[in-house]
């Protein structure tokens, strides 16, 4: 009797083993819907503790998975402990993916879709099932995906804590921005980039990074910008620090605002290693509840 109790207790272990080396795993999630996405989950996910919410935007004629693969968040995901998302844009008629971001990007087909309304169903979708720290949702974004992280901050500041534009601009009229709460703004460009100041697209003028960078500042309230310069190393094909840091310090509420400037440095950086951690370090460091 003792010995069958004692098997039984040793099979009760191992399908505990079992159980738990499953949820220690890092999965990848499907969400239903209109666009399905997938969400990546850290193997330390605990439906019972708050996570930080990522979400990355892709450029142009580009998807979520080629962005990851550019980015790599899904490891810092993981060692850092935060809910991640790379989605896709929608596909026109040539296959080509975009985000209906402003009226200057880069929605050029009719009807237009409206991928605000989309991003912040996702965010809805993902808080619903996931248990979401709703004071740590942030957005990354290049080039086409950078304009739409401007239209979402401008539009949703009540509820994103913080967005990193990479190389995307902002309204060519920027009255039309208005965001209703503080939020922080982190703005990286390469100064070679044809968009670096202010350019067109399809013939209409957008805000490039001089001009968006400075918008912010000033509608966060901030002080004098502050130069740092060769900080960051964040272009593994230019020798050496590269990018100087602009800060702006004094903004409203504890938002920040800050501007990395990266020197000789095109519209696509060839990402150092430390690039996608320094991007978290700037978001984790700027909740909404710091503001």
């Given at each position: ?29 499907q969400l239903p819907g209109s666009r399905p996405f997938n969400l990546y989950l850290p ?249």
């Amino acid at each position: 009797m003792h010995g069958r109790k004692r098997v039984l207790a040793l099979i009760l272990a191992w399908v505990v083993l079992a159980i738990n080396g499953v949820q220690a795993q890092a999965a990848s999630v499907q969400l239903p819907g209109s666009r399905p996405f997938n969400l990546y989950l850290p193997s330390n996910y605990d439906a019972s503790v708050s996570m930080p919410l990522v979400i990355a935007l892709h450029g142009f004629n580009q998807s979520g998975s080629e962005f990851e693969n550019y980015l790599k968040l899904e490891p810092l995901a993981q060692s850092r402990g935060f809910l991640y998302v790379a989605l896709d844009g929608t596909a026109d008629s040539h296959g080509v993916r975009f985000w209906n971001a402003t009226p200057e990007c880069c929605d050029f087909q009719t009807p237009k879709v409206n991928d605000d309304a989309y991003i912040m169903s996702v965010i809805d979708q993902i808080s619903q099932s996931y248990n979401v720290d709703q004071n740590q949702i942030y957005v990354i974004g290049h080039s086409n995906g950078g304009f739409m992280v401007n239209e979402l901050a401008c539009a949703h500041s009540d509820r994103i804590a913080a967005v990193v534009d990479i190389a995307g601009g902002n309204f060519g009229k920027l009255s039309l921005c208005k965001p209703t709460a503080p939020i922080s703004v982190l703005e990286l460009w390469g100064t070679k980039d044809v968009t670096y100041k202010q350019n067109h697209i399809m013939g209409k003028y957008i805000a490039g990074a001089l001009t968006s960078i400075q918008f912010w500042a000033d509608q966060e309230k901030c002080s004098a910008p502050e130069l740092t310069r060769a900080a960051l190393d964040l272009d593994r094909k230019v020798i050496g620090r590269e990018t100087d840091l602009i800060s702006y310090p004094g903004c409203s509420g504890n938002s920040s605002v800050q501007f990395w400037r990266m020197n000789g440095v095109g519209h696509v950086p060839a990402l150092s290693t430390s690039f996608s951690a320094d991007l978290i370090d700037f978001l984790f460091a700027h909740p909404k509840s710091a503001q």
